[in-house]
Nanobody, 120 residues
Framework: VQLQASGGGLVQAGGSLRLSCAAS????????MGWFRQAPGKEREFVSY???????NYADSVKGRFTISRDNAKNTIYLQMNSLKPEDTAVYYC???????????????WGQGTQVTVSS
């Protein structure tokens, strides 16, 4: 599976962005999909995942502000990010794996990342 993330950019605090992650391959629907992020000098951290069946989970830091979704017909997942804060600034990565989880070790395939910068 090859993943291509897009949709990042510069936004003011309180604003919104929608990230997309397009996947190649016919087995997209068989994978759990996740979003992670990595800020400068910090480790990559879990943001959200969506299971094969549409179940979702979020990090406490984004719960209530971010929404993950998937469109199996388009082989794409999305991350709608609202009420953005400066601390959301990071490179955001999408990932695919056979099982759901919040650890980077549970994902086999990674996109290239898209930069999100939130100004105060």
């Amino acid at each position: 599976v090859q993943l291509q993330a897009s949709g990042g950019g510069l936004v003011q605090a309180g604003g919104s962005l929608r990230l997309s992650c397009a996947a190649s391959g016919r087995t997209f629907s068989a994978y759990a999909m996740g979003w992670f992020r990595q800020a400068p000098g910090k480790e990559r951290e879990f943001v959200s995942y969506v299971t094969r069946y549409g179940g979702t989970n979020y990090a406490d830091s984004v719960k209530g502000r971010f929404t993950i979704s998937r469109d199996n017909a388009k082989n794409t997942i999305y991350l709608q990010m609202n009420s953005l804060k400066p601390e959301d600034t990071a490179v955001y990565y999408c990932a695919a794996g056979p099982l759901v989880g919040t650890s980077i070790k549970e994902y086999n395939f990674w996109g290239q990342g898209t930069q999100v910068t939130v100004s105060s």
